[in-house]
């Protein structure tokens, strides 16, 4: 069974990972907050009570800073000699003050279940299909359907 230790030896499998809650981002337009003071950005003037609506799609997919922002990419998470690199532009889970309180456990989480379910099984399409990245985008953003084979290892 792997454990939580294992991720550090792990860079690649970590770098899917990222790179799946990269593309994936289900709550693209994240949490409304509300400006407690007036504020000035850049040129711009928030007064207070305005009503802010952060999108991490923008940041998760910014041609400025991903080197392929709309392609499936590994390699975004892992330098020269294929170690895990943190991305300050990886904020799935929000950033700041309002960051989600549970990120510690899902990212442990979802190490866990990822490698379970790979040492289990070998997952690949059928013959013949290739997964989309198209999705579906309301209240959140999820993958359009599409058939999976789940082979046991």
Not at 10 to 18: E, G, N, S
Not at 38 to 66: A, F, Q, R
């Amino acid at each position: 069974m792997p454990s939580t230790t294992d991720r550090e030896n792990m860079p690649f499998t970590d770098a899917v990972i990222h790179e799946i809650q990269r593309m994936a981002n289900i709550v693209p337009l994240n949490v409304v907050h509300m400006a407690n003071r007036n504020t000035t950005l850049d040129k711009y003037s928030i007064p207070k009570g305005t009503m802010i609506m952060p999108t991490l799609h923008s940041v998760l997919h910014d041609e400025s800073i991903w080197e392929t922002p709309h392609l499936f990419n590994p390699q975004h998470f892992l330098d020269q000699d294929g170690k895990f690199r943190k991305r300050d532009a990886f904020i799935p889970f929000s950033a700041g003050k309002r960051v989600c309180l549970g990120e510690q456990l899902a990212r442990m989480e979802l190490f866990l279940f990822f490698t379970s379910l790979l040492q289990r099984f070998s997952l690949s399409a059928p013959a013949g299909e290739k997964p989309s990245l198209e999705f579906k985008l309301g209240g959140t953003r999820c993958p359009k359907p599409y058939p999976l084979c789940a082979a046991p290892r």
